[in-house]
């Protein structure tokens, strides 16, 4: 596609359950980063892949959030056991070089997950 | 640990006057520099960059900022602000190599 594309654009569900975030990148970029984003706050990292690989998880807030890129190209970003304080907006970004500071990344839409 | 200040979480200005948001860094190396802009119900994009060449960095829609290095800053201005510049801006940090770290975002308001 011609940009970063996100589904669902929002998602509601309820504390405790499972929820999957897709996210599609530019065709040929090589890098993906996931970020969350609170009201009023600018994006927090997360997770940055390169290729296939998780080359920086460090910003994961704890073991019930996950992701997965397994074919280099589309992510899914996983969280289980959902707590009302997961509630964000997570948006996914591409570039297309990677671990590149000044290559620019490309941001999807975003998908606001609600937890009630 | 680097850092990122955006002093007002809300600028208002009239059309037709200066825009002036501003955004201090704290960075143990030399840094760059990003501001994005994210207008609603839109994705963030890339408004200029700062990767160590000119200080005086042009960007789109006729925004530009100067990287400060004395004074640790790099604010965005644009010399007449328009109805269309309305949207929420981030400037964001980041040492070579390694991911961004942003700033919590400056509402631009835009008077008629």
């Known amino acids: 596609g011609a940009g970063v594309s996100q589904t669902p654009s929002n998602k509601v569900t309820e504390k405790g359950k499972y929820v999957e975030l897709r996210c599609d990148p530019i065709?040929?970029?090589?890098?993906l980063y996931w970020y969350r984003q609170s009201l009023g706050q600018g994006p927090e990292f997360l997770i940055y892949?390169?290729?296939?690989?998780?080359?920086?998880d460090s910003g994961l807030p704890n073991d019930r959030f996950f992701a997965v890129r397994p074919e280099g190209s589309v992510s899914t970003l996983k969280i289980q056991r959902t707590e009302r304080g997961d509630s964000a907006v997570y948006l996914c970004?591409?570039?297309?070089?990677?671990?590149?500071?000044?290559?620019?990344?490309?941001f999807g839409p975003g998908t606001r997950l609600t937890v009630l | 640990a680097q850092s990122v200040t955006q002093l007002g979480s809300h600028v208002s200005v009239s059309e037709g006057a200066l825009v002036l948001l501003r955004c201090n860094y704290s960075?143990?190396?030399?840094?760059?520099l990003f501001w994005y802009v994210q207008y609603p119900n839109q994705g963030l994009q890339l408004l200029l960059k700062?990767?160590?060449?000119a200080t005086l960095v042009k960007g789109i829609n006729g925004f530009e900022a100067e990287f400060k290095k004395s004074e640790t800053s790099f604010h965005l201005t644009k010399p007449s602000a328009h109805m269309s510049d309305a949207a929420e801006y981030f400037c964001?940090?980041?040492?070579?190599?390694?991911?961004?770290?942003w700033g919590a975002g400056t509402k631009l308001i835009i008077k008629p």
């Open positions: 970004a591409s570039s297309s070089n990677g671990a590149g500071a000044y290559n620019e990344q490309f």
């Open positions: 065709s040929g970029h090589t890098a």
């Open positions: 892949f390169q290729g296939t690989g998780a080359a920086d």
């Open positions: 960075s143990s190396v030399p840094p760059y």
């Open positions: 700062y990767t160590s060449a």
């Open positions: 964001a940090v980041s040492e070579p190599n390694y991911q961004l770290i």
